[in-house]
């Protein structure tokens, strides 16, 4: 569906959108290189977000810009190729989302970076400040600090004596400042947390197996490689009768219990706006990075349900949409 939504919203480009800048001159054009972390179905409507609002400032794709999108499909050395193949193009601008953007970092520090989406830029060398990011990369952050400890307020108020948490993570992405963020949390409610430490998609089963009857309820750090797997994961963890809660909706969608984040369609439209500044001469270190504004609260009630939880009705009251 995502994919089918993508292309539609491409317009003009269409079928030809990786070859749009490949079939401009060299320096007719501007060039934007998008290096998607993930895949048609998990990113496709946030990038056609970024695409139409481009649009809408009039960067018409093939006419006044020229963009590149190539999609890395969650895995770290693609996305490493891919920023690399940027840089040998001299693409104008590159955006990019999470992992993808530390990739592009690493390939240059003269090319413009815009990072759609981001946990913690200056954690991992991306920024300098938020107000001053005093490099070439610029872009909005979707974890504000509080947001991990929102989560686990939202995992006590429906999951009875809620006393064990699991949280998942990919280690190969920087989530420090997250995890200790969740693992303080935990502490400060008495729960006791337990890291799964995922490097690649073979040691999700293993890991789900591993916590059977021995957990109250799974966090799953959002990424790429956690995205392409969230059907897998949901599966998992609905036979186990775990209760799980995601940071953005498309977990919830794929039959997760809950998810509370920023809305991804949302950075990733103002993802342009950097973009439009950037091509029109301004520098990204004189662009303030972006903290979200609009959260979700989305609950799956079905999967509820399956999980014998009893959903409070104030709480589904302040739920941004109840999916049954």
């Given at each position: 569906m995502y994919r089918r939504e993508f292309i539609t919203l491409i317009g003009g480009a269409t079928a030809a959108w990786p070859l749009a800048a490949r079939a401009q001159q060299p320096g007719k054009l501007a060039t934007v290189g998008f290096l998607v972390a993930g895949t048609p179905e998990s990113h496709g409507k946030w990038v056609a977000a970024f695409a139409k609002r481009l649009s809408e400032l009039g960067w018409i794709d093939g006419r006044t810009v020229a963009v590149d999108y190539r999609w890395a499909e969650?895995?770290?050395e693609r996305m490493a190729e891919i920023a690399a193949e940027f840089v040998r193009l001299k693409v104008d601008v590159i955006v990019s989302s999470g992992a993808g953007a530390i990739a592009a970092k690493q390939a240059t520090s003269a090319i413009p970076i815009i990072f759609a989406a981001l946990g913690d830029p200056v954690a991992v060398g991306l920024v300098t400040s938020l107000a001053r990011p005093g490099s070439n990369a610029t872009?909005?952050?979707?974890?504000?600090a509080e947001l991990a400890g929102k989560r686990l307020d939202l995992l006590r108020e429906v999951v009875p004596n809620f006393r064990r948490l699991s949280i998942m993570v990919n280690v190969g992405v920087a989530f420090q400042k997250e995890?200790?963020?969740?693992?303080?949390?935990a502490s400060r409610l008495g729960v006791d947390a337990t890291v799964l430490e995922i490097r690649r998609a073979e040691e999700i089963v293993p890991a789900l197996d591993a916590i059977k009857n021995r957990t109250d309820a799974l966090y799953v750090f959002s990424?790429?490689?956690m995205n392409a797997n969230r059907v897998k994961i949901n599966t998992m963890a609905l036979g186990a009768h775990i209760?799980?809660?995601f940071g953005f909706r498309d977990f919830v969608d794929a039959g997760g219990l809950m998810s509370y984040?920023?809305?991804?369609?949302?950075?990733f439209r103002h993802a342009a706006d950097f973009v439009d500044k950037v091509l029109r001469g301004t520098k990204p270190a004189d662009l303030p990075v972006q903290q979200p504004t609009k959260f979700d609260l989305i609950i799956n009630l079905t999967t509820a349900k399956a999980l014998d939880l009893r959903i409070p009705e104030s709480f589904l009251l302040r739920a941004d949409e109840v999916i049954e």
């Open positions: 969650a895995r770290n872009g909005l952050t979707a974890q504000p995890l200790t963020d969740v693992q303080q949390a990424e790429p490689l209760p799980t809660i984040g920023a809305n991804f369609s949302e950075l």
